[in-house]
């Protein structure tokens, strides 16, 4: 599930409060190398067994078992003095005299040992929870790669952990649970110490958050998913950080013009359009309700006719085609209706311009960030260029250069290859407004920021709403105003 898909599905999971932001963060991960000393089963050697089964009968100078044996002493005593190490053996030093200890009585029934064995090992500590575990293969990421996708670090609340931090009960337990699903001959035996660390440093677990306000007290709620599941650990430490003022937030930016809602775009569109739009947002509502419904219905006919005979099937068939169809029209209802969009509704609109449209795809947006022009989205621009699909951007809202320069440099890159024609980038002084135009088929005018999405951070945020239309009419003026504004026919 993509992000985009979390915030829509969880939007309103919150009662009286709006979704208004969303983003994916690094949770900080304690990566420690360290020595692990497991206690591992090991077979005895045959030299081994054979001094344990004479000293076990009686025999137990060293020299009576060389001649016995036929070998050099030499030979003996290394094996002696391994039985010893692993307290199978003791050793009377002034007679010579050996000796069968209880743990070597054991092994001689079985010809296996448990002997200490010093393994190098990596252990995580989350650095908000605490938490000491193994990794069953996640992928974490390093600084640079959280730079390179666009991905949020947050601060740990955990000092670099020491080897005083890995408390022998806390470590053992981490690894008896990934013993259970994983086998590991590293792991084999039980622990008996940590023995030391090599070296710790931090990784990044990728998870998203999403941030809601309350429409009354304003205040702030964090969910934070890892995966699909719902982790209310992290949101309540993101929580905490928030309120001690820690940067856990990524805002987007208002410009002077947008705080006095300065805006002049909106004029294109029709007050019958607007009207329209704020009523089909409560009607939308209801529409969801019911496409909610109506899929419960569905599935409880589909599991309850399996046990059915053919006559009933054919039945719960022909109720299930009416129930869809249903669905169906309503999706259609929603498909072209003027409507207001939330925070989680823009960015698929603008992936479906760039993957679908024919003849032209047309972005305003007062910034160009790597939060909003990411990989995937430049990936998207390409190929709607290499299907000679026009792509316009214009861009900028001041005389200052404040949009980022690594991504204006990916831009004119691609202008430079064969169907870099197709792209158009007009820089404005004065662009406030944030339109996107697929074909002649859908517009949109909102305060979501296309290309930054995630601006300066010590500006404020609000909800992102847009106006969604499919008027032929205020589509062609649009393009005919941004056509003058941007010097390009469209």
């Not at 010590?458 to 909800?463: A, L, N, S």
Request: aromatic share 8%; proline share 2%.
């Amino acid at each position: 599930m993509t992000i985009e898909e979390l915030a829509k599905a969880k939007a309103n999971s919150i009662p009286n409060s709006n979704l208004v932001k969303y983003y994916e963060a690094g949770i900080p991960q304690w990566h420690m190398e360290s020595i692990l000393t497991m206690l591992k089963p090991k077979k005895i050697s045959v030299l081994q067994e054979f001094i344990l089964r004479f000293v076990s009968a009686g025999i137990n100078e060293i020299s009576a078992i060389c001649k016995f044996l036929g070998i050099h002493i030499s030979s003996v005593n290394k094996a002696v003095a391994i039985l010893q190490k692993n307290g199978l053996l003791s050793v009377d030093i002034f007679y010579s005299k050996l000796k069968l200890t209880k743990k070597g009585e054991e092994a001689l029934k079985e010809a296996v040992t448990i002997v200490p064995e010093d393994i190098e090992y990596v252990l995580y500590v989350d650095g908000l929870l605490g938490n000491i575990y193994l990794n069953t293969g996640r992928k974490f990421y390093t600084q640079k790669e959280l730079r390179n996708f666009d991905i949020k670090p947050i601060n740990t609340d955990i000092d670099e952990p020491t080897l005083e931090y890995l408390v022998i009960e806390d470590v053992r337990r981490a690894v008896n649970a990934y013993k259970k699903s994983h086998e590991e001959d590293k792991l084999e035996g039980d622990l008996q110490e940590v023995s030391g660390v090599e070296k710790a440093y931090v990784e990044y677990k990728k998870v998203n958050v999403l941030v809601f306000m309350n429409n009354k007290s304003g205040d702030i709620e964090f969910q934070v998913y890892d995966g699909a599941m719902r982790n209310d650990e992290y949101g309540i430490a993101l929580q905490k950080q928030y309120i001690e003022n820690a940067k856990v937030l990524e805002f987007d930016r208002k410009g002077e013009l947008e705080e006095s809602d300065g805006n002049s775009l909106i004029n294109v569109l029709s007050e019958e359009i607007i009207d329209s739009a704020k009523a089909f947002s409560y009607k939308n509502i209801m529409l969801d309700k019911e496409i909610s419904s109506l899929s419960t219905q569905i599935k409880e006919i589909e599991d309850s006719s399996q046990d059915e005979d053919e006559k009933q099937k054919e039945s719960a068939t022909e109720r299930i085609r009416s129930l869809e169809k249903k669905k169906d029209a309503i999706e259609n209802e929603r498909k072209g209706a003027d409507k207001i969009l939330s925070t989680y509704d823009h960015r698929p609109l603008l992936l479906d311009a760039l993957e679908n449209a024919q003849n032209s795809v047309v972005i305003v947006s007062p910034w160009i960030k790597v939060g909003g022009l990411d990989n995937q989205i430049l990936g998207r621009i390409e190929k709607a260029l290499q299907r000679k699909t026009q792509v316009i951007i214009g861009y900028g809202i001041g005389k200052k250069e404040d949009s980022d320069k690594r991504i204006l440099e990916r831009l004119a890159d691609i202008r430079k290859k064969k169907h870099g024609q197709y792209l158009k980038i007009m820089r404005l002084s004065n662009t406030h407004e944030k339109v996107l135009i697929k074909d002649n088929e859908f517009m949109v005018i909102t305060s979501f920021n296309w290309l930054s999405f995630k601006g300066d951070p010590e500006k404020g945020f609000r909800q992102e709403t847009g106006y969604y239309t499919e008027s032929k009419d205020a589509i062609a003026q649009m393009k005919q105003n941004l056509s003058q504004r941007l010097g390009i026919e469209m």
